[in-house]
């Protein structure tokens, strides 16, 4: 891990209420961990290695709490749909592509190398059911310099046959997948039940044990569309809820657990999302692509649930999270001024805190440059913007600027975890 000072300026939280913004200062990263921001440089780091980023934009790496990697190369396609026929039709033909793992190898580079330039430096990615596809994806983000959790999707039921496993089969090539991840280091395996209508009950309950036995979190879907919901309730007749389905088989915040839209969820299964241990994927470029609904995001962050943003590729049509910032502030709106107007609208402070803080925590100290956090760094390179407002805005204005205009740009520079990716 590295040791080194930036200078430029600087863009983090440490809460949703307001953004802390330092002009021209340093920022001190011993051994891959934040020391802290200086207004002048201490004279006992002045030896380290200076990276001068003046005039540039700083902020934390920011966190994708759900995307689908091998939908990666249909992004933007057949978004006249809803989420039942759009997977049947599109998403599991394309999936099962991912058996030739050559195939898997050239799509998986694609959307690695792409994932690389974006602000994005921290991940939880669902693979296939494929483990070999699912351990290449793995080698290639650890390659790329990237952090985070990739999953090996498990489906025994209601699939088509080339992407329906045998129980045994899924749980001897679950427990295969783990074993064989162990020597990596910032990548790591992730229990992915796809979601309760393609998990038998005898599958759920094995994965729930893995879980458990190894310390692995957990990630699937949760109340994303009306018609799921009610295939839950016909496939797991004893369950209170959605959510309760998954608690049932202990899959439910046993360990740390990503529920990806929760569309539903506020008025349903709002105690069980209390659960320190859950996190709720907020998607809402795919919520919205495949009419899904609106979450009740600020309504669940009020009600203490941890939130975070996700570009679920390829329901969402792009992997950039600040451009899920926006669409998230915007469909919050419509959600205040059409559905619930007793919700808040979310600021864009908040926007920027799940983006960073919020996400981050589900994978450590991560998304903020607290003294202790991992030198998570994203520079942001705002000078192709034409404004003659330019002197005249603040660091957050700029910021707020960019995430509007330039969302989906390749960014100027990234560190993870003190290591620098390019």
Known sequence: MESFSIFSNFIYCESSEELICKKNSYLIV??????????ELPEKYKNLKLYDYKDKLVIPG??????HAPQYQFRG??????LLPWLEEHTFPEESKYKSLEYASKAYDIFVEDLKYSATTRVSAFATIHKDSALYLMNALEKAGLAGFVGKVNSDRNAPDILREETAESINATLDF???SKELKNIKPIITPRFIPTCSDTLLQELGKISKDYNLPVQSH????????EWVKQLVP???SYADAYRMFGLWG???TIMAHCVYSYETELELMKNKNIYVAHCPDSNSNL????ARITALMDSGVNVGLASDVAGGEELSILSAMKNAIKVSKLNKRLSHSEDRSLSFAEAFYLATYSGGSFFGNVGSFIKGYDADIVVLDDSSIKTTLKDELSLQERLEQYVYLKPSDRVFAKFVKGNKVF
């Open 30 to 39: 011993l051994d891959g961990v934040v020391e802290g921001i200086y207004q």
């Open 62 to 67: 920011l966190s994708d709490l759900h995307v």
């Open 77 to 82: 396609l057949w978004m006249d749909m809803e």
């Open 178 to 180: 783990i074993e064989k």
């Open 222 to 229: 949760l109340s994303e569309n009306p018609s799921e919901i």
């Open 238 to 240: 004893k369950s209170k």
């Open 254 to 256: 046993e360990e740390k």
């Open 291 to 294: 009419t899904s609904g609106i």
